[in-house]
């Protein structure tokens, strides 16, 4: 079955393009799915515009738009295992990751079919009982959703859900790394009974697809997830027809532990924080920042544990970490823990491919550990998007939450301390979307996602997360008009 989705019919691409898609655990393509190019790009743009401006979909009542949601909640969750393992497959994620994203993104379209109902119109006292003033909200017309590879089907959920929910129609393109759970649920919402045109997928490169996709006049908002330098890339794309423009960029997030935090339980946040799914999240606590008292045995406790993560296969039993996504990011990371070294920083763990031999062929890297890292270090500035943990340490809490802000980044932060009104204290002054007291990486659809500075300009989840898929408009009704008088000629 062809895997493009342009006006309610699967297609294959117009020039017959396919790509490879391959095991990050093994290196083997294990399927090929078809490759689009402008002109698909363009018929989907035009199919939602279509459905936009002459289809059902943005005047049905909210609460039938909620139902599909729900619909497509249920249907994610009848193909949970599926869809858990084709995840798995396509990112080398372990599958008990997989079946938590899915879990999550079922939460997702769950909460969505609920805030879709909260009402936002509102009628605003103008002092004239002659006037009546309201506030209005609408869908915005055609969305374009560009998602990244780490968390395929979660990042383009966190987009579908709240777009449709508001009445929008949307082209998707998820990454060409990691296509196959977007195909998966783009099949769902046209079995939950999207009307023709609705949802619209595009898979291919950025490169082919995305200029057709930022800069066409018919798009009207474009939301991304992804790096920073393809997120200036669309931000100049879409400011020739000013579209609403969303960016989701990277992180590198400071993880605080004060002298007060239990050591233990500090060890094993900063472990989860910066290796699961081998480092390739946004939020990961790349950067630890630790006061210098309980430094070296914080650090060696750390490495202690990295060193015992089990990588493999994602879906065996007992893997505690996949390998990175594909063997060119993983030349990106190698070529960070060079720099590293070159700038001068303590190798303590890692650094490395691992030795097994049945690790061979994927694209493992052993979790890796940086001490005497400082800010003029390009390997603690920059996001390597891979296993490796930089240590800074400080000696007094305003040292820390300076080292914490002094990043272009501003995703998401974590403090440990025993202390919880230091936690609020410093959680507060750190300049990052999310700051975790105690804990690192949980998430819920009711709260808002998303960063400051660098790491991008809105938000998603939460009802911010919809209010990004509304245009607002101001209908003043006079109803009593009488000449205004103000020209007296
Ligand atoms: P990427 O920027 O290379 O690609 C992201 C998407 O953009 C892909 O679908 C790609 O095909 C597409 N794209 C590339 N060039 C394009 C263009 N010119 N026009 C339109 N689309 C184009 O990112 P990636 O390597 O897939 O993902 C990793 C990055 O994503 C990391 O930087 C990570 O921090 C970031 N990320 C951020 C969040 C967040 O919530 N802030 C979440 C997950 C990932």
Redesign the pocket.
């Known amino acids: 079955m062809p895997e493009l989705f342009i006006d309610a019919s699967w297609r294959s691409a117009a020039d017959g393009g396919r790509r490879d898609v391959v095991n990050p655990y093994d290196g083997e393509v294990f399927t090929t799915v078809d490759e689009a190019g402008p002109a698909d790009a363009e018929a989907a743009v035009l199919a939602a515009r279509r459905a936009f401006d002459a289809g059902p979909w943005p005047h049905t009542p909210v609460a039938e738009r909620a139902d599909l949601l729900r619909r497509v909640a249920d249907l994610l969750q009848r193909d949970r295992e599926e869809i858990a393992r084709t995840e798995t497959l396509d990112t080398g994620k372990t599958l008990a990751e997989s079946r938590i994203d899915v879990d999550d993104v079922t939460e997702v379209f769950r909460y969505y079919a609920e805030q879709a109902l909260v009402e936002v119109d509102r009628t605003v006292d103008v002092g004239r009982d002659d006037v009546v003033s309201r506030v209005l909200h609408h869908p915005v017309g055609v969305c374009t959703l560009?998602?990244?590879?780490?968390?395929p089907l979660l990042?383009i959920s966190w987009k579908v859900a709240p777009a449709l929910a508001a009445g929008n129609t949307v082209v998707l393109?998820?990454?060409?790394?990691t296509p196959l759970t977007t195909v998966h649920l783009v099949r769902l919402l046209e079995e939950a009974g999207a009307p023709a045109g609705v949802v619209n997928l595009v898979l291919g490169?950025?490169?082919a697809v995305?200029?057709v996709?930022?800069e066409h006049p018919a798009v009207d908002l474009v939301s991304?997830?992804?790096?920073?330098?393809?997120?200036r890339?669309?931000l100049r794309?879409t400011a020739a027809t000013v579209k609403r423009t969303t960016v989701?960029?990277?992180?590198k997030n400071p993880h605080l532990v004060f002298a007060d935090a239990d050591l233990d339980r500090a060890i094993d946040a900063v472990l989860t924080g910066v290796f699961l799914h081998a480092g390739q999240v946004?939020s990961a606590g790349t950067r630890l920042i630790v006061e210098e008292s309980i430094a070296d045995a914080l650090v060696a406790g750390v490495a202690e544990r990295a060193r015992r993560v089990k990588l493999g296969d994602g879906m065996a039993e007992g893997t505690e970490s996949g390998p990175l996504v594909s063997a060119q990011h993983r030349d990106k990371v190698e070529a960070y823990v060079r720099l590293g070294l070159e700038e001068g920083a303590t190798l303590v763990t890692g650094g490395r491919r691992p030795d097994a031999p049945e690790l061979a062929r994927g694209f493992f890297y052993e979790p890796t550990i940086f001490d005497g890292c400082d800010r003029s270090m390009r390997l603690v500035q920059e996001?390597t998007?891979g296993p490796i943990l930089t240590v800074e340490r400080f000696t007094t809490e305003e040292e820390a939450v300076r080292l914490g802000n002094d990043t272009a980044y501003g995703?998401a932060g974590g403090v440990q301390t025993g202390d919880p009104e230091r936690g609020e204290r410093v959680a507060r002054a750190l300049r990052h979307g999310t700051v975790w007291i105690n804990d690192f990486g949980p998430y819920v659809p009711q709260a808002e996602?998303?960063?400051m500075r660098m790491?991008?300009n809105g938000r998603?989840l939460g009802p911010a997360g919809l209010a990004e898929y509304r245009e607002t408009q101001h209908v003043w009704h006079n109803t009593r008009p009488e000449a205004a008088a103000w020209f007296k000629g």
């Open positions: 560009i998602a990244p590879w780490n968390y990042q393109k998820p990454s060409e790394v490169a950025g490169s995305g200029p996709l930022t991304f997830t992804g790096g920073l330098d393809t997120g890339a669309i794309a989701e960029l990277g992180g946004c996001e998007f995703l996602w998303g960063g790491s991008g998603e």
